[in-house]
């Protein structure tokens, strides 16, 4: 192929290309393309179809002894290439990315002679190569009548290809227009309370079910979708419900709910308008999917060496492996087709490091015989359940490409897989379900507005505003000489500031790439962040100025980084051995890291005398889906923990643990009747008490100062409603 492109012309879309002359035409009229991205269009045109490895790239463009910023340079290349045809990495048509790889040229190409008139050559002397082709030319034309012959013929021919793309052009857009479901949408939010976590619509569009959270105690509810009058059918308990659907009837609820203990998800179904819960099967890892006759059930079963996607007959109760991956590669979100034929579901690596998240894609697999197949070539950095539409002509799901920070609602067209966006915004929407008439979805939409406040530990004393506006998604942090260091995100990117404890004298320490979920040690001199400037995730250091940036090693996504008292240790999460994130360590001057504990671990805190560390701790039926149930500490050197301390469902773990100034209790995030609050744990024995008393607006972290005398914390709303999605020319 590399070798017939190189002899002439190449044509994909609307456009040509001359590769003997270097020039890139659309609709036959000359483009301006700077010479490095027309090579790297040669380069891919060479190979369609074929990821090109930037490397590849970097050697064909930039001779090994070229001094020059690769990285910068080649997104600038690619970025120049995609303006030019119009292209865009969020929904490439002609260039695609492939993450921590390279570049693929996705669209369909042909080799031949250009069609712009102009690069024609008519001589006087000659009879033509446009004379030859045409029908019924005799070939003794005298020549002094063939330049009139052949430019009426040449506008006949032209007059004719008009005629026969017009008539393309409207075929295919009238194509689309039958075939292209919300392309103009209509969205009614119909929840206001702000407490919604997950939500479906029926098969016939008249109910929607809803999980409300109210002080860490969930219960499911239906509304009829014409009313605003809610059905409590399943009372708030203290579990999580991993997802909710409806049978193809519409008459029944079913739902999967787990507790934060280690005891296994059971899956439930119940009347839609209320009734005695009627528990079917335990040990689900995934929202259950019914068949299209409702009498078989799919699922994801995870143990811990194995993720596997399972059919079970409700009936009977008798189950059937339809595949399965061994860890850490992992199966979710199935989905049965409406003609029962296969099952729709996310495929990842949890392991692999990406910038963003991990590269999950969507494959169907055979009721029949378990063979698989892409259902499209994208992927993305997080997908979040997947639904049907009712006429299968394509999945809905709730997704985060990598060039956003949150989820939105697209529309993955079957059998074609072409991708598209139907939500956008600073709004994400978690979840997407849609009725059997393909014209209605329902989601979960997330709003939060957050700032950062202080306030002294003394009773009594009133909270003072620091920094206002976006304020990311990681802890504020105390330097030891009083100074906060926080994490606004602003232009789609997140970087480290320090300031004054009253938010004066603000100063940004970080310009490169995302930057945050800092940690400081006891000297303040150096700190410890999470980088992807480098393209993966990365942990680095850097003076409390932000000068000798340093990166020390690689991370994964929600790598969370601590710095012992003395500066010279990091303590953090990653995915270790067993497919989930254990426990590790790494001097901060870098160097190999050591697994100090091969269990679940999330959010280590080192105490203040740097001789132990407390997390959020699981350490039974571990698999990729496990969620903490404890806390634990264990000795800076690692091994098994000397406590281990039972936390309830209310306890928030996705905010941090601090130690207190004393070393002898722990402080975390528990959602009770009052509202989100500071606890105390103690580790010599007791009850944990509440510290703060905060009342209305949601606590998201916080940091005691260093001489525990100030408290820092992030505050704010964060309101989750469900939201229906309609089709507009459905209406």
Known sequence: MAEQIHKGFVRFGVFEVNLRSGELRKHGLRLRLPGQPLKILTILLEQPGEVITREQIQKSLWPHDTFVDFEHSLNSAIKKLREALGDSAGHPRYIETVPRLGYRFIAPVSLGEPTDPSTFVVSAGTTTAIA?????????????????????????????????????????????????????????????????????????????????????????LVRRATTLHDIEIVPPSPVHYLGITFSPDSETVYYVTHTAEATPSVLYRVPVLGGSPQKLKEDLASPPSLSPDGTRIAFVRESAAESSLMIGDLDSGRERRLSSRKLPNVLDYPAWSPDGRFIACTALDASLVSAKGSDARIIGISVEDGTERVLSARTWAFIRQLAWLGNGTGLVMSARDEESAFLHVWLVSYPAGIARKLTGGLNGQTGASASADSHKLVTVEETTVSSIWRQRATPGQQAEPVVSGSTGSSPPRWTPDGRIIYEPELNGYTNIWIADADGAHRKQLTTVGNNDQSSICASGRTIAFISDRSGSPAIWTMDIDGGHQTMVTKAWPNTMPELSPDGKWIVYTAIGSGHWTTLWRVASSGGQAVELNDRLWQWPAVSPDGKWIAGFYASQRLSTQTEPDSLAVIPIGGGPPVKVIPIPSFVSTLGAIRWTRDGRELSYLENGKDGMNIWNQPLGGGQPHQVTQFHGASLFDFDWSHDGQQLLFRQGVRARDVVLIQDAKSN
């Open 132 to 220: 030859e082709t045409l029908p019924g030319r005799p070939l003794d034309v005298p020549v002094e009548h063939s330049w009139s012959l052949q430019v009426k013929r040449a506008f006949q021919i032209a007059a004719l290809l008009a005629i026969i793309a017009a008539a393309w052009w409207l075929t295919e857009s009238l194509r689309q227009v039958r075939t292209a479901a919300f392309e103009t949408v209509r969205t009614t939010r119909v929840t206001s309370d702000g407490q919604a976590i997950k939500a479906a619509i029926s098969p016939d569009g008249r109910y929607i079910a809803y999980t409300l959270d109210i002080s860490g105690r969930e219960s499911l």
